[in-house]
């Protein structure tokens, strides 16, 4: 499996350089209007949300201190690159991570960039400050952050509790854009205002989003489109939707089907169509906080019946099996996990086994278990939906399927209001601290409420570790708990399908965590 991904990334890897060196640097021209589609967000505010939803419209709109490469398809640390900040260091223990600053950069508004809304972003990650934001889904990320401390409009410095490697990652991510002090978190969510190469000049909810170009960009020459749309969908309908607005010209660049690949690329040869390996992974998610799925066994019971056998049949093979971790630097292959609950090879034995605990647990062919099976209304997650809660009725589990539209499925997620739930989970860092914060004691990202102090204090331990192969073993040891106690059974990890018009330059997607950082959107340009 791991050949056959490295291969398949090394074409990928091929064909971008080819498109980025298909045109000489004096070739790029500016103007033009890119024309994108993403599903409706629940706001506009990057920081209270989760979803590329909000990414693809808005981080065009912010900026980061640090930015992983905009033209990298694997996003690493080795490649983040200045954003707002022009340097950057650490102190001998590392602990504190010092960065200066660019000078004279203005907020959309005309309001002077300063370290002071440095301070005041990640003041209100922490817990520090009220800045009247409604969640803060990436609290987790800055557990570890003690302080920020300025010096002076251009210095700014972060003061951690322990040493942990995954920070500045979690900087670079489009996720991590700085705010301004002067604006609150209801204008952020209806009319948000950066400092990055775009301002939003319309954003009509269910509809559309408009940016205009900012005139005032720090960085010479950029960007080079004057503007970019967003159609935003409804989720029942957006692949349908994408498909057709390609074929018509209405959409510059589509994520689809991988299945529908090759039909689209056939139609439009001069266009460029590929299937990607994404960060992307469809699981289950319990709510821990109530009967039933605070009992480990009516959990393990669920991870024996999922058959992932079959989900990998209905993808012709494309869906990959495999445990937390999408592929990448830290995944295992499937052979490794066979011993954990619904990774097994025999079915008949992990369905047998399944029916025995729940008919422990006082349920069985003449008293089912009934449960609230919930899902957002997509494409991407009803068809896995109805399969999971098919292989549920043969272990006596009654569980019809609630479709929820994006805002109130979101909201469901946020308040537990269910029992059970298939998810999309995506990692916009690749790397365990990101995927762990699902499992941390009170962390925003942990979906089922499941609270295991040692596990916690495991999590916390890895994170901290700076030799590679002790933290590698940590990160198994904590993987293994998370699979043995099916906390989130992963179903699958999924491929992506993506189409961008021919007439599209510069706009690379990375494989982790590409629809989370990628859409900066400043380097784009357009030669119809």
């Known amino acids: ?36 589609q993403a599903l409706d967000p629940a706001s506009a505010s990057v920081h209270e949300n989760n979803s590329v939803s909000t990414q693809r419209p808005f981080m065009p709109v912010f900026n980061n201190l640090v930015l992983f490469d905009q033209t990298a398809i694997v996003h690493t640390p080795e490649n983040i690159k200045p954003d707002l900040a022009t340097e950057w260091s650490w102190n001998e223990d590392k602990t504190v991570l010092t960065f200066k600053l660019t000078e004279g950069v203005k907020w959309h508004d005309g ?44 210095e700014v410095s972060f003061v951690l509790g322990r040493p942990q490697a995954a920070f500045l990652s979690f900087l670079a991510s489009g996720m991590s854009p700085v705010y301004p002090c002067h604006v609150n978190g209801q204008q952020q969510r209806t009319a948000p205002i950066g400092t990055g190469p775009f301002k939003v000049a319309e954003y009509n909810p269910g509809r559309y989003v408009l940016l205009q170009k900012n005139p005032d960009y720090f960085k010479l020459d950029r960007p080079y489109l004057d ?44 266009d460029r169509c590929s299937v990607r390996v994404t960060s992307t992974s469809l699981v289950v998610v319990f709510n821990t906080g109530r009967p039933p799925f605070d009992d480990p066994n009516i959990r393990r019971a669920v991870a024996l019946a999922l058959d992932r056998n079959a989900y990998k049949s209905i993808s012709n093979g494309k869906f990959l099996i495999g445990g937390l971790f999408s592929p990448g630097a830290w995944s295992r292959p499937e052979e490794e996990l066979s011993a954990f609950p619904g990774y ?52 006596y589990l009654e569980a019809p399927l609630r479709l929820l539209e994006t805002k109130l499925w979101y909201s469901a997620r946020t308040q537990k209001e269910f029992d059970m739930g298939v998810d999309i989970a995506g990692a916009a860092v690749d790397d365990p601290d990101d995927y762990f914060q699902r499992f941390i004691c009170n962390s925003p990202m942990n979906l089922s409420g499941y609270c295991d102090e040692a596990l916690t ?17 940590m990160v198994v040891e904590i993987e293994n708990t998370v699979l043995e106690q099916a906390l989130q059974p992963i179903l699958y990890h999924k491929p992506s399908g993506e189409c961008t018009s021919g007439a599209v330059h510069n706009l690379v997607i990375s494989e982790n965590g590409g629809h989370f950082n990628s859409w900066r959107l400043e380097d784009v340009w357009l030669d119809r």
């Open 1 to 36: 499996m791991l050949s056959h991904l490295r291969r398949r990334r090394v074409l990928r890897v091929a064909a971008t350089l080819a498109t980025l060196l298909a045109a000489p640097a004096s070739a790029q021209q500016s103007g033009g209007t890119l024309q994108l």
């Open 111 to 154: 309001e002077p960039f300063t370290s002071a809304d440095v301070k005041c972003t990640w003041d209100t990650l922490r817990g520090a400050r009220d800045a009247g934001w409604r969640s803060n889904p990436r609290r987790s990320w800055y557990d570890n952050l003690k302080d920020v401390t300025v010096n002076g409009d251009s």
């Open 227 to 270: 503007e970019v749309t967003i159609r935003l969908m409804a989720g029942g309908s957006a692949e349908v939707d994408s498909e057709l607005g390609f074929d018509t010209g209405t959409f510059d660049y589509i994520d689809i089907d991988y299945a529908k690949v090759g039909g689209i690329q056939a139609r439009h040869p001069n």
């Open 344 to 395: 097994g090879p025999d079915h008949d034995a992990n369905i047998a086994e399944a029916r025995k605990l729940i008919e422990a647990a006082g349920y069985g062919p003449n008293k089912p278990l009934k449960i609230d099976l919930a899902t957002r209304n997509s494409n991407n997650y009803v068809d896995t939906a109805a399969l999971v809660s098919d292989q549920l009725s043969e272990i």
């Open 457 to 473: 204090a495991q999590i916390r331990a890895q994170s901290e570790q700076s030799d590679p192969e002790a933290r590698r073993k």
